[in-house]
């Protein structure tokens, strides 16, 4: 009798119709991994150091050509067209060796100070290149070495030194936020951490570490004469391919010392310790380290060892696909101490990822993920031995003296692991390594706390911010990837494709409408999320083009949203911006927080070369210009550079194309005040019926505000705000110095070509003839600078009268948080807002003998 199913294989069975309703299963399918994907993972499997893009600090975007050959080099820029933001064209750096005997490259890894790259091959030669004046042309600082290609010598893990204090001043790493909602607003706080491990002796200066297959930990530093050294030690000795590294990971300890995290192939996790001895004097008095001549030794010492395989039985690694897949590592992360919310320091933890793909000639649709462990890092005493084996002659040393230094015991503690249903193919960590964030091969991203691992920045809280990705914002998943760098300020990231492209993403917001006023939580909450992250940055040197991008796509159909963000931004800078009562300019030049605000501002007014701005945007931009040209001006009287010999002096003011330069921004300046006092003189004539700058009773301050926005008008911010009117009384000051200069000049060459003895030289005809350009500009000028500065200086005393004036009285502490401030004043005028109620007397006696409303003739 033959069996019911010997025939099964050759049956068709209808699925649809198994259960006779003739309706086929709408089950949604996730696509199968790409080949793309399978290779990226083997290779992630196959080596610790594989990252082919990288972000730097200063913004430079480094990634590996396809073929493996040279680099690119990539930055976020504002195309001039429409004022779009997005990643610019490539600049490829050719291979960096005359031939590619170490096979393609294979790691990029930027250095703390954000200058300096390290280009890894597949044979571990290690190429240094630095960067200068500009983010897309390196130069190289150290060539790979000529040592033949050895795949024992690849490297496997790698680490960069993070900077020392600056000049006896400690250097924590600073993180703002988060950001808590109260009654008057946000308040923010702010948390930091120390700088951890070993620095290199110059501050400014980092130091490259990296372990090779072979258990070799190499050292590559900066001698105090700019040259590059390698010192090396080996962490422990091959015998087996068994005992060959895979991955490894470096971290930083509270002390001046590393931890390094080796897995083998064996499927060991060993843990060691590193001290970098410099070779430093021993002396008491203090020594330039820029003088000093290093001498570096490495010196390691093994701390425990575990198994990073724990869940599965060794009888059965080889069972089947999955498990074979699961005993391989894709990423080995060694999590450095940080400090808690609670203040607490948290141990060191190793991180290991694991992934999953199935066979691309499975028969039916099994689903993808990737595990995490965890394990804790510990030292802890050792258990004292009772007091009678103190007497046992094995515990006793060569001289009969008793060994009585307890020992010190280090352990890893097994965590708990996790499992997420996609493929982790980047783990970066942010916000002082209290937050771990993963990026996996469907384009998503998600945030993780370091400790109990469950997601953040997800809880939607408005009255609790800390990062844009809490309220809404999210990236698109549209395309898989293969890698993925986070930008420095973790607003944005970039991403490889399967196709090998490069392509820049945002963060989008994607639930409606976020509101567009401060009284709408969603929006304050977005304003403070941009605030804490751009002042984070800025204080800590990190490029933020992204979050000014992601505010520059906002700013389209949200008017106020620079207003709102630089005075939230400007309470977290505590910056400083009332200048009313200063004589001399010098501080208000240096003041790089009021350029930060006005840099912002005008970027995000800028909408196309050949498109007006709006008013903020105009504002910003008028004072950036007259801001460079009293930089400009003053550089050129003030600064020394060599003259025709060796043992002599010049300035710039002797040179002819300075002075033709200077040229330029002398009309340009002499022409906006011109523009400014024909603007002002408008301003009465050009207002509608029920306002007036001349009658008290009708003018009103929010109604003069409205119409000055609407029809664009800066005139009166510029000549009130105190930072802005002190930029005019500077360039007015210095345009007078550098007439009396182009006069004495022309005067000498014309009148006394050539009195030696009386220490004065000639001129050349060329620098003659810029200085009288000059001249000529001065006595041209529609406006004479000593009118326009006495109208200043008038404004000035007027607006000093109005402050002391006013009740209630202003503090002048821009910290006072029990009434209004001169400062927070002037940072609202600065920003484009509302003109002070003090300021309406000023504004009366500015147009005293005006008739409003009345457009001006010829002879007026």
């Given at each position: 009798?033959?069996l019911?199913m010997e025939?099964?294989?050759?049956?068709?069975?209808?699925?649809d119709?198994?259960?006779g309703d003739g309706?086929?299963?709408?089950?949604?399918s996730?696509p199968?991994?790409?080949?793309?994907l399978?290779?990226?993972?083997?290779?992630l499997?196959?080596?610790?150091?594989?990252?082919?893009?990288?972000w730097?600090?200063w913004?430079?975007?480094?990634s590996?050509?396809?073929?493996g050959?040279?680099?690119e080099?990539?930055?976020l820029?504002?195309?001039p067209?429409d004022?779009?933001?997005?990643?610019?064209?490539?600049?490829v750096?050719?291979?960096?060796t005359?031939n590619?005997?170490?096979?393609?490259?294979?790691?990029?890894?930027?250095?703390?100070?954000?200058?300096e790259?390290?280009v890894?091959?597949?044979?571990g030669r290690?190429?240094l290149?630095?960067?200068f004046s500009?983010?897309n042309?390196p130069?190289?600082?150290?060539?790979?070495?000529?040592?033949p290609?050895?795949?024992?010598h690849a490297?496997?893990?790698?680490?960069?030194?993070?900077?020392?204090?600056?000049?006896?001043r400690?250097?924590?790493r600073?993180?703002?936020?988060?950001?808590?909602?109260?009654?008057?607003g946000?308040r923010?706080?702010?948390?930091?951490?120390?700088?951890?491990?070993?620095?290199?002796?110059i501050?400014t200066?980092?130091?490259?570490?990296?372990?090779?297959?072979?258990?070799s930990?190499?050292?590559?530093?900066?001698?105090?004469?700019?040259?590059?050294?390698?010192?090396?030690?080996?962490?422990e000795?091959i015998?087996?391919?068994?005992?060959?590294?895979?991955?490894?990971?470096?971290?930083?300890e509270r002390?001046?010392?590393l931890l390094?995290?080796?897995?083998?192939?064996?499927k060991?996790?060993r843990?060691?310790?590193?001290v970098?001895?410099?070779?430093?004097?021993?002396?008491?008095?203090?020594?330039?380290?820029?003088t000093?001549?290093?001498?570096?030794?490495?010196?390691?010492?093994?701390l425990?060892?575990?198994?990073?395989?724990?869940?599965?039985?060794?009888?059965?690694?080889n069972a089947?696909h999955?498990?074979?897949?699961?005993v391989?590592?894709?990423?080995?992360?060694?999590?450095?101490?940080?400090v808690?919310?609670k203040?607490?320091?948290t141990?060191?933890?190793?991180?290991?990822?694991?992934?999953y793909?199935?066979?691309?000639?499975?028969?039916?649709?099994?689903?993808?993920?990737s595990t995490?462990d965890?394990w804790?890092?510990?030292?802890?005493?050792?258990?004292?031995?009772?007091?009678?084996?103190?007497?046992?002659?094995s515990?006793?040393?060569?001289?009969?003296?008793q060994?009585?230094k307890?020992?010190?015991i280090a352990?890893?503690?097994?965590?708990?692991?996790f499992?997420?249903n996609k493929?982790?193919?980047?783990?970066?960590?942010?916000?002082?390594g209290r937050v771990i964030?993963?990026a996996y091969?469907?384009s998503?991203?998600?945030y993780?706390?370091r400790?109990?691992?469950i997601?953040?920045f997800?809880d939607d809280?408005?009255?609790?911010v800390?990062?844009?990705?809490?309220i809404?914002f999210?990236?698109?998943?549209?395309?898989?990837?293969?890698?993925?760098?986070?930008?420095?300020s973790?607003c944005?990231?970039v991403q490889?494709?399967?196709?090998?492209k490069?392509?820049?993403?945002?963060?989008?917001?994607h639930l409606?409408?976020?509101?567009?006023?401060?009284e709408?939580?969603?929006?304050?909450a977005?304003?403070a999320?941009?605030?804490i992250s751009?002042?984070?940055?800025?204080?800590?040197s990190m490029?933020?083009d992204?979050?000014?991008?992601?505010a520059?796509?906002l700013a389209k159909?949200?008017?106020n949203?620079a207003?709102?963000?630089?005075?939230?931004?400007?309470?977290?800078?505590?910056?400083i911006?009332?200048?009313?009562?200063?004589?001399h300019?010098d501080v208000?030049i240096?003041?790089?927080?009021?350029?930060l605000?006005?840099?912002?501002q005008?970027?995000?007014?800028?909408?196309?070369e050949?498109?007006?701005r709006?008013?903020a945007g105009?504002?910003?931009?008028?004072?950036?210009?007259?801001?460079?040209?009293v930089?400009?001006?003053?550089?050129?009287?003030?600064?020394?550079?060599?003259g025709?010999?060796?043992d002599?002096?010049?300035?710039?003011?002797?040179?002819?194309e300075?002075?033709?330069?200077?040229?330029g921004s002398?009309?340009w300046?002499?022409?906006l005040?011109?523009?400014?006092?024909?603007?002002l003189l408008?301003?009465?004539?050009?207002?509608?019926?029920?306002?007036s700058?001349?009658?008290?009773?009708?003018?009103?301050?929010?109604?003069?505000?409205?119409?000055?926005h609407?029809?664009?008008?800066v005139?009166?911010h510029l000549?009130?705000?105190?930072p802005?009117?002190?930029?005019?009384?500077?360039i007015?000051?210095?345009l007078q110095?550098?007439?009396y200069?182009?006069?004495?000049?022309?005067?000498?060459?014309?009148n006394?070509p050539n009195?030696?003895g009386?220490?004065?030289?000639s001129?050349?005809?060329?620098?003659?003839?810029?200085?009288?350009?000059?001249?000529?500009?001065?006595s041209?000028?529609i406006?004479?600078?000593?009118t326009?500065e006495?109208l200043l200086?008038s404004l000035?005393?007027?607006?000093?009268s109005?402050?002391?004036?006013?009740?209630?009285?202003?503090?002048g502490?821009?910290?006072?948080?029990t009434?209004p401030?001169?400062n927070?004043?002037?940072?609202k005028?600065l920003?484009?807002g509302?003109i002070p109620?003090?300021?309406?007397?000023?504004?009366?006696?500015?147009?005293?003998?005006?008739?409003d409303?009345?457009?001006?003739?010829?002879?007026?």
């Amino acid at each position: 009798m033959p069996l019911m199913m010997e025939d099964v294989d050759n049956m068709e069975v209808d699925m649809d119709d198994l259960f006779g309703d003739g309706t086929g299963l709408s089950l949604p399918s996730r696509p199968p991994p790409s080949k793309e994907l399978h290779q990226r993972v083997d290779e992630l499997r196959g080596s610790g150091c594989c990252q082919g893009i990288a972000w730097s600090k200063w913004g430079s975007i480094a990634s590996i050509t396809p073929n493996g050959s040279g680099l690119e080099l990539r930055n976020l820029r504002c195309h001039p067209e429409d004022g779009t933001w997005g990643l610019s064209e490539a600049t490829v750096i050719p291979q960096l060796t005359s031939n590619l005997d170490g096979g393609p490259l294979k790691h990029l890894s930027w250095s703390p100070t954000g200058s300096e790259l390290a280009v890894i091959d597949s044979a571990g030669r290690v190429t240094l290149l630095q960067i200068f004046s500009s983010l897309n042309k390196p130069m190289m600082c150290r060539p790979c070495g000529p040592e033949p290609a050895d795949d024992l010598h690849a490297v496997v893990g790698c680490f960069w030194l993070n900077l020392g204090p600056f000049q006896n001043r400690s250097a924590p790493r600073v993180q703002q936020g988060p950001a808590i909602k109260e009654a008057s607003g946000f308040r923010y706080d702010a948390s930091t951490s120390p700088n951890l491990g070993p620095t290199h002796p110059i501050p400014t200066k980092s130091a490259f570490l990296y372990v090779t297959s072979n258990g070799s930990l190499r050292l590559l530093w900066l001698q105090s004469n700019g040259k590059w050294f390698e010192s090396h030690t080996e962490l422990e000795s091959i015998i087996s391919s068994d005992d060959l590294i895979t991955h490894a990971a470096i971290c930083a300890e509270r002390s001046p010392s590393l931890l390094i995290a080796l897995a083998t192939s064996s499927k060991q996790l060993r843990i060691f310790r590193a001290v970098i001895h410099w070779g430093l004097p021993q002396t008491q008095e203090k020594v330039n380290p820029m003088t000093m001549t290093l001498n570096v030794t490495l010196q390691t010492k093994p701390l425990t060892v575990t198994s990073w395989l724990h869940d599965v039985p060794g009888d059965t690694l080889n069972a089947s696909h999955l498990e074979s897949s699961m005993v391989q590592l894709s990423h080995l992360k060694f999590l450095s101490p940080t400090v808690d919310s609670k203040n607490h320091i948290t141990p060191p933890i190793v991180m290991a990822v694991r992934s999953y793909l199935p066979g691309s000639t499975s028969h039916y649709n099994q689903e993808v993920y990737s595990t995490v462990d965890r394990w804790e890092f510990r030292e802890r005493p050792q258990q004292p031995v009772h007091s009678a084996f103190e007497n046992l002659s094995s515990r006793k040393s060569t001289d009969g003296s008793q060994s009585t230094k307890p020992g010190v015991i280090a352990q890893l503690k097994k965590l708990e692991s996790f499992t997420v249903n996609k493929i982790i193919v980047a783990v970066q960590t942010m916000y002082l390594g209290r937050v771990i964030s993963f990026a996996y091969s469907d384009s998503s991203v998600d945030y993780r706390d370091r400790i109990t691992m469950i997601e953040t920045f997800n809880d939607d809280d408005l009255h609790r911010v800390v990062h844009l990705s809490q309220i809404g914002f999210s990236y698109t998943e549209d395309e898989p990837c293969l890698q993925v760098a986070l930008s420095p300020s973790t607003c944005s990231l970039v991403q490889i494709r399967n196709d090998g492209k490069v392509k820049w993403k945002q963060l989008d917001y994607h639930l409606g409408d976020i509101g567009s006023t401060m009284e709408h939580p969603r929006y304050a909450a977005m304003i403070a999320a941009l605030s804490i992250s751009c002042s984070t940055s800025v204080i800590m040197s990190m490029n933020y083009d992204d979050i000014i991008a992601t505010a520059h796509n906002l700013a389209k159909t949200k008017d106020n949203l620079a207003y709102d963000w630089l005075n939230e931004l400007a309470k977290i800078l505590k910056i400083i911006a009332d200048y009313s009562e200063e004589a001399h300019y010098d501080v208000l030049i240096r003041n790089t927080m009021i350029q930060l605000c006005l840099s912002i501002q005008n970027s995000l007014g800028f909408t196309g070369e050949f498109n007006a701005r709006k008013f903020a945007g105009k504002f910003s931009w008028l004072v950036l210009q007259l801001r460079n040209t009293v930089v400009l001006v003053t550089m050129a009287a003030n600064m020394k550079v060599p003259g025709p010999t060796h043992d002599t002096k010049s300035t710039p003011l002797d040179d002819p194309e300075v002075i033709t330069a200077l040229a330029g921004s002398v009309r340009w300046v002499l022409d906006l005040m011109a523009w400014i006092t024909d603007t002002l003189l408008e301003l009465p004539s050009t207002l509608p019926e029920n306002l007036s700058v001349t009658n008290p009773t009708k003018l009103s301050l929010p109604e003069l505000l409205a119409y000055l926005h609407a029809t664009n008008n800066v005139t009166l911010h510029l000549l009130l705000s105190s930072p802005t009117r002190g930029f005019l009384t500077a360039i007015c000051r210095r345009l007078q110095h550098l007439d009396y200069v182009a006069r004495k000049a022309i005067a000498t060459n014309t009148n006394h070509p050539n009195q030696g003895g009386q220490g004065q030289q000639s001129i050349s005809q060329t620098l003659r003839a810029a200085y009288v350009q000059i001249a000529n500009l001065t006595s041209n000028c529609i406006v004479r600078i000593k009118t326009f500065e006495a109208l200043l200086s008038s404004l000035t005393s007027s607006i000093k009268s109005a402050y002391t004036n006013h009740k209630p009285p202003l503090s002048g502490n821009a910290n006072n948080s029990t009434g209004p401030s001169r400062n927070n004043l002037e940072i609202k005028m600065l920003l484009g807002g509302e003109i002070p109620t003090a300021f309406k007397a000023v504004i009366i006696d500015l147009y005293r003998g005006e008739q409003d409303n009345e457009p001006k003739t010829q002879n007026d």
